[in-house]
Every structure is written in C-alpha cells, then in structure tokens.
C-alpha cells in the first residue's frame, strides 16, 4: 500500500533500530488508524470463522436415504430403540439381555441383505479374569461372565480366523444413574449402521466389531476379548469409539503406537478430520482421570509386535451431561451421528483395503504427526520431517533476526518484555480465578462457557497490553515501529525456547503449534529483503500489517485449539473434586493458552496511536467489569438442570468383625452424600433438607481400610467433603466373608498364611486388604497373575469385581434362528432361550458368589473389608426422599451399599 496524501509519514524500509534523530522527533505511527480497525476486525472474522467451523456437522440423512449410504436416521432409530431397555449397568438385564438381544436380531436382518460374496458371523462371549491397572492410583480389576457381542464380517471363502483382521469397538454398558445415549450408546448403533453399510459392498478382509458390555468397569469386557477370543488372535489394527461429552466433532484422543501407515489412511479418507497431537499427548498421559478400552486392546493384544496399533475417536463437547440422566436421546446431535459414521465408513475402508495392513514394512517404526485446520483438512507431516522442520525453524530464526539486526535486541526484548508480558498473561486470569475462589465463588462460568471465555481473556489481554504498553512507554525516543521489532524478535526468540527442547528430544506432536509463530518475522524479513523488492516493485507496506497478516494463521491454528480445550476442561471440573480450585485451573489454562497466541498479534498494534490503544483498552476492562458484575449480582448459582451439580448419594449398612467374633461388634447405618466438585454443598446447604442432619467426614490413609466406606471407585482423595446423616439400614441383604480354608506355615522362619474367602453380594463388589502397619502383608493372590500397588491414600491393595451374565441366557443361535438368519453364531455355553423378556425386575435374584484366595506373611491379622453396590434394587424410602427434595439444577445418582470388614 503506498502512502496517501494526508497520511502519516511512513517509515523507511532499512532504517535502523537504535535510536537516531528521527525517533527523537516521535514519529508515533506510521498507518492511518483504519489499518488497526482492519485488523480488529480481521481478528474478530478469525474468532467467528473459527468458532462456526469449530461447531460444525454436516446434515443428517433420514431413515429413507439411499441403502449403500450411512444414515444417521437409521441409526438414530437404533439408538432410540436399545435406550428404551433404560439403565445398563453391568449385572443388569438391559446390559446382559436386552441390548445383546437386539443387537443379535439387526446383524440377523443385515446378514439377509448383504453381499453374497460377504460372510457374517456372531458371538456371545462370556469371559472371566482379572488384571491390574494403574489407573486412579492403581488397582485389581476383576470380572466374571461379562458380555461381549462380537460380529465378524469377512469374505466368503476365506479363512477368516487365520487372516489378519481390523477391529472396531464401542460398548453399550452405562454408567450408574444414566441411560448413557452419548456415552456410549450412540456409538454402538453408529457402529450397527457402518456394519451394515460395509456388509453391502464386498469386504477384502474381516473386520471384527466387538460391542461390549462392561467397559464402565474398567474396561473388563475389552480385556476379556482381547486376551481370550478366539478372533483377537490376527488382529492388526483397531478403532475404538468413545465420548466424554455429547455431540460435537468427534476427536482422535490416541493415535498409535507408531504404525504411520493408519495416520495416513485417516488422512487420506476420511471426510471430517478432526485431530491434534496435544490432545494424544494429554489422554495418553495417565495424568487425566479418563481411560477407555483403546489402552486395553493396545496394551494386552496378541499382535505379533506386542502393541495393537489403532486410533480411539471421542467427542468431547457438552460434556456437562457426560454420566448424567441428561444423557439421553435429545442430547444427541444427528449431524453428529452422520459425520461419525461417515468417517468410521470411510476409516474401516481405507485401512482394510490398505496395502500396509499386513506388512506395514518400515511404518510400524514411523510415527506421523497430525492437525486438522478446522476440519476442512490435514496438515500432516512424519517423524523425520518434523524434526527437520524443528531445527529447520530455529536455524532461519537465529539467521533472519541476525540479519536485520534484531539478534541481540530481540535478546533483550524477550528479558524485558516478552516473558513479563506471558507471565502477566497467566498471573492474571489466574488472580481473578484466586479472588472469585476466596470469596467462594468456584465455578460460576459452568454453565455459561462464553462467560469463562470473557472472564478470563480479558485479564490475560490486559496483563500483555499493560507490559507492552509500559516497555512502549520506556523507550519515548524511539519509534513506534522499531519498538515494534524490537518486541516480535523477542517473542520469536521465546517460540525458539520453547521448539528448542522439543527439537533435542525429538518430539513433534506439538511442534507444529509453534512452528506457526515463525511466520509472522520470517514474512517481514521475507518481504523487507525479497518480495518488496521483487514483487512489489518498491511498494512499502505497513509492517504492522504484515506482523498481523502472517500471525494470521497461528490465529487460526489456536483459537481451534483454544476452543477444544476449553470443550473439554469446562465440563470436567463438575466431577474432579475439590483438590484444585476449577477458577484457578481454567484461570492458568486460558492465561498460558491466550498467552503464549497473542504475544506477536498484540505486538502488530504497537504502532497504533495511543488514543486507539487507551480506546480498546477501556473497551476490555469494561467487559470485564461487566463480567465481575454479573459473576457477583446476576449468576447465584453455576448449574441449570441442563448443566448439573453432581453428588452421589448412597445408602449404606456398615459392619465391623473382629478376629473370633460370631457377629458385628458394631454396625451403622445412614445416607453417605458425596459432592463432586469444589462447590461442595455450598450451594444446596439451605435448599436441600437431606444435609440439615449430615456431619462432615473426613478421610485420611488412616481412617480404617479406606476410610471405611463404600467407594464405587477408588477416588477417596479426589472427592473430599463428604457428608453422612444417620438413618436406617437399607433393605438389601448385607455382603457377607466367610473363610473356606485357612492354612499356616512358615516360609524361611516367616509366618504365612494361606486364606481362601467366599464373598456373597450383588454384581458389583469391591475388596479392600489392609497393607498398614500392623497388618500381615499380602504377597500372593489368586485374582491376577500379581499384585496390584499398594495405594498411597490409604496403605491399602483395593480390587473391583463386577459378575455380569447368569449361566441362563438365550443363547445367540436362538436369536438368529428366531430371526431367520443364517449367520453363523458361535453358541458355546449359551444353551438356554430365556423366558424373561423385558422383565425389569433385578436380573440377579439371589447373592453371587465371589471366591479367592490370599497369602499373608508376617504374624499380625489379616484386615479384609468387603462391600458391595445394589445398582437395580429398588430405591430406599430415604433415597427417594434425598432424590425428590434435591434443587432442580441437581443430579444424583443414588444406590444403596452393604459394607462389611473383617479381622481374619
């Protein structure tokens, strides 16, 4: 743009950066001030597109469209349907009955209409095992006869069980309390209509589709199947369906191990991409407290590199309803569902067909790193060429700040500004998020996301614009624009900190959010010393707006990215506990985020005139004080009933049996409430009578064996500010310990034990062994292969059990030949057609036994707690009270418990 008549002065190309006598004459500017204004509004038009693409499905087709088509309608009529057997937890006749019964009966209808050429084959299995995990602080994980529905489409002809084969999974067990449509019902009908529409075209080799029934639990179906099918054995890759949320663009979460050649074919077919290394680098952590069957099926397949390779999709926006009754049919998004199982058609396919599938050659040792640009596509780029492009960034850096003189200032201006103003970036929200918790204001922004948005970017804008103004201020002989590069070659030095460790250590799954914030320098410097004089033919533009036109794309890049995580972390801090303060966690989150975006495009308006910059300054500390205002005088409470609160309220009966004692030497009874944010009760103390009798309980490693109460998960740190009120025992029998077998010896002068128990009580049941001081030491068992970690919260082993199907249930030949079909169906032990159809009633009408057996060492007891959960008994009187008196913008999941221990 060349400089019109009555414009500013503009400033010459090459004039230097240290002070000379024209900066002592204050040139302030040099554009007129609708250059600024464009780029407000170019950064307005970023934030808009970003956050409508962001959102984005495509249009759902109906039930009607054409057969060789994915249809959401169709499978939203799936979905429809299994959600009507209601709760699924694992144990129950919907979870072990009804949902593997109609599952049967639609793969029975598919396999009349697919190719002739296709072949599909049914299984019901029923394993039983056990192993560890280290997952919420480590524990043993042990199931009986959970339920898994596999189907096998494969070519006729081929031996299907000797050929390698692709899996895809979901599972249809929910959590407690919630119909589970998104989470994660609505993958399991996806997955129907995708089989279905694959079963149309002729397959090229078997694709395995497990739809399991016990993943809630820690994932016990996925680890039986994938340890002991029969047709785990040949698997090469796998797709695993998951939510953490409703609706929304699903997310690749994990992606891996290694193995590019599945990155590329995702890449390469699907339609709606959506994927980002930190989000993989996040959820394959272990820090996050989520886990999905993906880990499992990597970590325990029979693959013959040791690790089954694969990708696990979820969604993650509107996670507000995630393991709540919100969670139901309206919460699904049919453009969701249409974009899903377009790309799991087109994923499957691609990665069937591939001619890396049973010999990826050198990719099973590659690894690719992958970003989509707001869906519409892939930058995608391998392992070596990304560590090129590491030091290929920091080496044109160093060499264009060197040339244009900026090396050593920009040095300087990365001391003296650029990590001030980032660490005013971070201080700042999170000072707002520290005000709002001390005046116990915790999460007031939970159900109004745009308000965590105002709230705290304007803090951070304002911390970097009050840094950036006061180095401005500091330098009054200067000129505007030399200050101007004096601050971007500081804030490229700071990108080139950041990309320098990550380029030593060879990583790049986030190099790529760096690498973006090269482009606004190296364009200056590209067109100061090439394009201007090449291209433009002299012409001289305002550097201020090439700063901003280059920023542009990082803009891009992490208003996605910033957006995608709040998605994900908003939600999450209604069910983490009161461990971290949620204001200030989403404080320092959107500070670091906003921080580490806006250094350079704040820096672009430097040259802004100073009643501009004082303008849009008394702009955002207004909103902000509309935002303080609000937070105080308007928003009494976080939640809507679209947005809950979530508690626990359990019933429970405890007991206590010493060594040699015939009964309980002591037992109580009462309602255990468990808030599961930092709100705690702060809200609902004067709304909800439940609490007016309820004492605090507080839980350390040394309150008796784990607190000696009936955690549903081992979680006792994470949810403090627990609350029992006294009440009678619940009518559901009690969980009972009897010893079997009890044999001493010594072993090299060391006393041991050998005990064998027989635990009775409903289908889910935990166990927890005293490991303090005093306590015999276990070291051996017969739940898995070895013993778990003992845990730090409580100096304690603990074990999970679920028993799922009875020994009587239809059997799956049953179903399909009622239906017509003539898949095959592996019938096994599934002899007997049940006579109990959408009967609701409990499926397990008497106590399950649970036997093992331990072996102590060392003279002191043995201190054994046993409880178990009554998931399907009928509600107490005392729940149902808690229940119906609860606030509006409340959601409860309610059971009653028996928890015993014992002194053996």
Known sequence: MRSQRGSPRVRPAASPHEPDADD??????????????????MHLAVILAVAFLHNAVPAAEDASAAAG??????????????????????????????????????????????????????????????????????????????????VRLSPQGVDADATPAMLVGAHFDSSIGTVGASDDLVNVAVLMEALRTLALVKTTRPIVFNLNGAEEMNWQ????????????????????????????????????P????????????????????????????????????????????????????????????????????????????????????????AFVTGVAASPHFENPGPLADAADSMYDILGLFIVSISHNAAVVVNFGCLVAAVLALRDAGLLELGARALLRVTLPAFGAAVAAPMLVGAFYTFTGQHILWYSHQW??????????????????????????????????????????????????????????????LVWVWFIPFLAKWAYERVLRLVVFDGMWVVPSMVY????????????????????????????????????????????????????????????????????????VLGGFAVCLFAAVALLHTPYTPARPKRVIIQHVARSWHTAGSEGATHSDAGLWIIPMDYEGFRNMQRSW??????????????????????????????????????????????????????????????????????????????????????????????????????????????????QGAPDAWVGAASVLEAAGSSASAHVGHNKHKAAHRYNFAPLHTELLVWEFTMEFAGPGPASVAVYGQYLDAPMSEELRDAQDTLPAWASAITFSSSWASYQL
């Open 689 to 802: 009578p439940a609490l007016a009798n309820a004492a605090d309980v507080a839980c350390t490693a040394a309150d008796g064996l784990y607190c000696d109460r009936p955690w549903y998960f081992p979680v006792m740190k994470m949810l403090g500010g627990s609350r029992w009120a006294e009440a009678p025992p619940p009518a559901t029998p009690a969980v009972t310990l009897t010893v079997l077998n009890d044999t001493r010896s010594a072993v090299d002068g060391e006393d041991r034990r050998v005990v064998t128990v027989r635990v009775r009580g409903p289908s889910h049941m935990n166990a927890v062994v005293g490991q303090r001081g005093g306590d015999a030491r276990l070291v051996r068992w017969s739940l898995t292969d070895t013993l778990p970690v003992v845990r730090d919260d409580c100096n304690c082993i603990w074990i999970c059990h679920n």
């Open 548 to 619: 901003f036109v280059g920023a542009v794309p990082g803009l891009v890049v992490w208003w996605h990215f910033y957006m995608a995580i709040m998605d994900f972390f908003l939600p999450l801090t209604a069910r983490i506990g009161n461990e971290v303060p949620p204001n200030v966690l989403v404080g320092v989150i959107s500070g670091a985020l906003l921080g580490l975006q806006m250094l350079i495009p704040m820096a672009a308006v430097l040259e802004a005139p100073q009643h501009l910059l004082r303008r849009v300054a008394r702009g």
């Open 24 to 41: 002592a004459k204050a040139v302030l500017t040099t554009a007129p001030p609708q250059h600024y204004t464009s780029m407000t509004l």
């Open 451 to 512: 308000f965590a948005y105002l709230l705290f970017s304007a803090p951070a804008f304002l911390g970097i614009g009050a840094v950036y103004r006061a180095y401005l201020e500091g330098h009054p002989g200067r000129a505007r624009a030399a200050v101007q590069d004096e601050v971007v070659a500081g804030a490229t030095l700071f990108y080139s900190a950041l990309l320098l460790p990550l380029a030593l250590m060879g990583h790049t799954l986030t190099s790529f």
């Open 69 to 150: 088509k994915f249809s959401a309608g169709r499978a939203m009529a799936h979905l429809s349907s299994m959600l009507d057997f209601g709760v699924r937890t694992v144990g129950s006749r919907a979870n072990e009955i009804f949902v593997p019964e109609y599952i049967l009966r639609e793969v029975a209808a598919m396999d009349r209409h697919s190719h002739p050429e296709n072949k599909i084959e049914v299984d019901v299995q029923h394993p039983s095992g056990g192993f560890n995990t280290g997952f919420l602080g480590g524990f043993a994980n042990t199931y009986t006869r959970v339920t898994n529905v596999v």
């Open 221 to 256: 179906a996925a680890h039986g199947f994938i340890t002991q099918h029969p047709w785990a054995q040949n698997l090469r890759a796998v797709l695993n369906l998951e939510a953490a949320g409703a609706g929304g663009r699903e997310m690749v979460i994990q992606n891996g």
């Open 258 to 345: 290694a193995n590019a050649w599945i990155a590329r074919e995702y890449a390469a077919h699907v339609p709606y991409p959506h994927v980002h290394g930190v989000a993989q680098l996040l959820f394959q952590s272990g820090k996050l407290p989520v886990g999905t069957d993906f880990q499992v099926y990597r970590d325990y397949s029979r693959h013959p590199k040791g690790k089954l390779p694969g990708m696990d999709w979820a969604v993650i926006q509107n996670g507000h309803v995630y393991h709540t009754p919100q969670d139901d049919l309206a919460s699904v998004d049919p453009g969701h569902v249409q974009r899903l199982g377009e790309n799991v058609v």
